[in-house]
C-alpha cells in the first residue's frame, strides 16, 4: 500500500500531462463541450487554453515533487471542478462528448461517457486525498504527545 501511495502522486501527474497534451494537439471535443452549454465560443477556446496549461503545470509538479502540498491540493481543487462539470454534462438530456483523456470512441452514449467521467474522477479524488494524507498529515501519536 505504502508504493501505491507514495507513487500515487506521480500516476496523476503522468494522467495530467497526457491531458493537457492531449487538449493540445486536439481542443476541439473540449472546445465544442463548452459551446454546447452556451458558452461563447471565443471563451470556450481561452477556458481550454488556461485548463491545458494548468494540467501540464500540475503534470510538471507532481512528476518532480515540486512543491508537492501546494500540487496535490490544488490537483483536488481541479479534479473536483472537473467533476462536477462532468456531473452536469450527465445530467443534460443529450449532453456533448467532453473529449476526457481521448476515451469518447469507447462509450456507445457521452451520458454514459460523463458517467464514467464522474466515476473515474472520485477515484482519483479519492487517490488524491489518500496521498495527501499520507504525505502530509502527521501521526496520530504525534498529535496525542502535542496537546
Not at 493537457?20 to 471563451?43: C, E, S, W
Not at 481543487?77 to 481521448?102: D, E, H, K, V
Request: net charge positive; glycine share 6%; with cysteine.
Amino acid at each position: 500500500m505504502q508504493f501505491l501511495l507514495n507513487h500515487t502522486r506521480k500516476l496523476i501527474g503522468v494522467m495530467f500531462g497526457y491531458a493537457g497534451i492531449y487538449k493540445l494537439l486536439y481542443p476541439g471535443q473540449a472546445t465544442m463541450a463548452l459551446v454546447a452549454v452556451d458558452v461563447p465560443y471565443g471563451l470556450s477556446n481561452a477556458i481550454v487554453l488556461v485548463v491545458t496549461m494548468i494540467e501540464l503545470y500540475l503534470a510538471v509538479l507532481l512528476t518532480l515533487q515540486i512543491d508537492l502540498k501546494y500540487a496535490m491540493a490544488v490537483s483536488m481543487a481541479i479534479m473536483l471542478g472537473f467533476t462536477i462539470y462532468l456531473w452536469y454534462l450527465s445530467m443534460l438530456a443529450n449532453p456533448p462528448s467532453c473529449g476526457c483523456l481521448g476515451l469518447t470512441g469507447i462509450f456507445k452514449t457521452n451520458k454514459r461517457e460523463a458517467l464514467f467521467g464522474v466515476f473515474r474522477n472520485c477515484v482519483i479524488l479519492w487517490a488524491l486525498k489518500l496521498s495527501y494524507d499520507y504525505h502530509f498529515k502527521p501521526p496520530a501519536n504525534i498529535e496525542a504527545k502535542a496537546e
